[in-house]
């Protein structure tokens, strides 16, 4: 029988910080994450042992935390092969219905009911995610959301699995749990629906970055800083809004054979101008950046990192000695640079995505 975490929005942790002497303890789902992770690495389920990585933060504006993890590049299960955005689940693959069983962690619903007695056929419908370690971390506690893997989902966002990664975000004590999903084209190796999550206990430039405001009734932004993108901010009252707009986006890319990237953290209220050292400490919401680029289908390889949902947010994961000890931003730039839609595309893009959002 697998442990059961059923939360409500009673559990959401609004009170975060990034200052670490002012944290709350972890939470039920951080405790969780990290209890079951640690045992799972005690015995050796993993494919190499995950200790503290060699971290160092590159000079310059943008803050890159750089981590050497060698192992992740060596061991790591080579990634499906991929033709389409919209490429459909196919069972004979690998995927999360094969795994060893002892690699679950837990499942993880909502109370959608307030505890209250609700008939059968009036429950509303609810997302029964299976949380499930990442045998191949690029981080403490780095474990995948499978959205109830028995439907075999491909590789692309419901409205469903977004929300529970807002809630997730937010049932997170800690500002460093992040949550992201690659599509397929942007690095996903496994056609089979999954979002990413793990701690990073190192701010990002992506929680407090400049935005220039897109739709604003409907908290839909452009970020100003690299990578230029899309955010989108929540705070606890409006995740199923938010999750909406994310899909409604999501959809709009995969209809346009549009590869994408996201991240999700706890990030201050966005901004067109400078905050105050208070205001960027707050992290009672939620941002989600979206990053549309251009399609890797059997693409070869980066040899330093490759350029994905972390990579986009600032955490780099070297593959190899040199290039972690070596790697300037300007050089990270000019990978990333490579992997982004040219800026005719990108603005050409918005008009039509502001104009697709308008209208739904």
């Not at 196919?90 to 109370?111: G, T, V, Y």
């Not at 996201?262 to 941002?287: D, I, N, W, Y």
């Not at 300037?328 to 893009?349: A, F, G, N």
Request: aromatic share 8%; with cysteine.
């Amino acid at each position: 029988m697998l442990p059961q975490f059923v939360y409500s929005t009673q559990d959401f942790v609004t009170d975060v910080l990034q200052k670490r002497e002012t944290r709350p303890p972890p939470s039920k789902l951080d405790s969780l994450i990290r209890d079951g992770w640690t045992d799972r690495m005690d015995r050796g389920l993993f494919r190499y042992h995950l200790g503290d990585l060699e971290t160092r933060i590159l000079p310059g504006s943008n803050g890159y935390v750089a981590q050497l993890n060698v192992q992740r590049g060596i061991e790591r299960r080579k990634p499906q092969e991929i033709l389409s955005i919209q490429q459909e689940f196919n069972p004979s693959q690998f995927n999360f219905n094969k795994i060893n069983a002892e690699e679950i962690l837990f499942e993880m619903m909502k109370d959608t009911c307030g505890g209250r007695d609700v008939p059968d056929d009036q429950l509303p419908q609810t997302c029964r995610m299976v949380v499930l370690i990442n045998v191949s971390p690029l981080e403490f506690g780095h474990c995948l959301l499978v959205p109830d893997p028995s439907l075999c989902l491909p590789q692309i966002l419901t409205r469903a699995a977004v929300q529970v990664g807002i809630e997730s975000v937010l049932l997170s004590s800690s500002p460093g749990f992040r949550v992201g999903f690659n599509s397929l084209g942007a690095f996903a190796s496994v056609n089979h629906l999954h979002l990413h999550g793990y701690y990073l206990d190192h701010e990002l430039k992506i929680e407090s970055s400049l935005v220039k405001p897109l739709i604003p009734e409907k908290n839909f932004f452009r970020i100003q800083d690299f990578p230029v993108g899309f955010l989108l901010y929540t705070e606890s009252e409006e995740v199923e809004t938010a999750a909406r707009t994310i899909c409604e986006v999501t959809d709009f890319f995969v209809g346009e054979n549009i590869a994408h990237n996201l991240f999700l953290t706890r990030g201050c209220p966005p901004s067109g101008q400078m905050q105050t050292a208070k205001e960027h400490c707050l992290r009672k919401g939620v941002r989600i950046a979206i990053w549309p680029r251009t399609s890797c289908f059997g693409a070869k390889e980066e040899s330093a990192f490759n350029v994905a949902l972390c990579e986009l947010a600032g955490h780099l994961p070297f593959k190899n000695k040199k290039d972690f000890e070596c790697a300037t931003e300007r050089e990270v730039i000019s990978i990333v640079q490579k992997y982004l839609l040219p800026d005719d595309e990108l603005h050409k893009l918005e008009e039509q995505l502001v104009k697709h959002l308008l209208t739904h």
